[in-house]
């Protein structure tokens, strides 16, 4: 069964982590090794990371069909930072995974303790979508 | 560039979706599966992904030991991811203009949905 992970710890107009060059490393360091180990097995699909949200844009179409672009974002909305996606055999397994991703280090090496929201996906598109 | 074109709805929103007739979701469906197949005749096409109901998200931390704590409640107000594109694109623009034919996709009535897509750029593979 697949499930996403994902962290949504991120603020609007947030740019880069003023975190020291160290604690970065750090926090990337600890990321690879876990893709790395769900890479080994097996269960990694997929693993992405987003752009900072001072770039994301909301879309809409307008009458002519054309695209409005607008970038403003409530205060209180959550941005999507990064997902895994990951083929586990039990939901417990994904969570387990998730609390591993959740202890990731933050400033100073503490674990961040972020919550990460686990769903799960459709095992395949709908056959109707493709 | 890499896109990623992110869907969102809340609780209330999904539950609407599920009032919809069938002609309706079938209709839906036709222009979203249209815009697949021109997406990957572009080549632009990497992936999509529907995500499961709402009703099964859990939010999950590590305690200090390392075991899940998981919880199944969130704010009546909060977005759930619905589903995603990832297309592969020359410019931002273009990323804009697939967000704006999904957003004109038709939802009940044949009424263009006008659903807001949350458009961002990957950090990782260029």
Excluded: C
């Excluded at chain 1, 994902?6 to 876990?34: C, E, S, Y």
């Amino acid at each position: 069964m697949k499930y996403i992970l994902m962290m949504n710890t991120m603020r609007a107009g947030q740019g880069v982590p003023t975190w020291p060059t160290k604690d970065l490393q750090a926090h990337i360091g600890f990321m690879k090794t876990l893709n790395k180990e769900l890479r080994e097995s097996g269960e990694l699909v997929a693993a992405e990371g987003l752009a900072f949200p001072n770039q994301a844009k909301l879309v809409r179409a307008g009458s002519n069909g054309l695209p409005i672009t607008d970038g403003v974002f409530p205060e209180s909305k959550e941005f999507l930072a990064g997902f895994w996606i990951v083929d586990v055999d039990t939901p417990d397994r994904a969570y387990a995974i998730a609390a591993k991703a959740s202890a990731a280090p933050g400033p100073g090496g503490a674990p961040l303790n972020m919550p990460i929201e686990v769903r799960p996906v459709m095992s395949a598109p709908p056959p109707e979508m493709m | 560039m890499k896109y990623i074109l992110l869907m969102s709805g809340t609780k209330a929103g999904v539950d609407g979706y599920h009032t919809w007739s069938q002609k309706d979701i079938e209709t839906h469906m036709a222009v979203l599966k249209g815009i697949n197949k021109e997406l990957t005749e572009s080549g632009e096409f990497v992936a999509t992904q529907g995500l499961a109901n709402p009703r099964d998200a859990r939010l999950v931390t590590g305690q200090k030991n390392g075991v899940p704590v998981t919880d199944g409640i969130f704010p009546e107000s909060k977005e759930f991811l619905l589903g995603y594109w990832i297309v592969d694109v020359a410019t931002p623009e273009r990323a804009y203009a697939i967000a704006g034919r999904i957003s004109a996709a038709p939802g009940p009535g044949e009424v263009p949905t006008n659903m807001p897509i949350e458009v961002r750029q990957f950090a990782t593979h260029g």
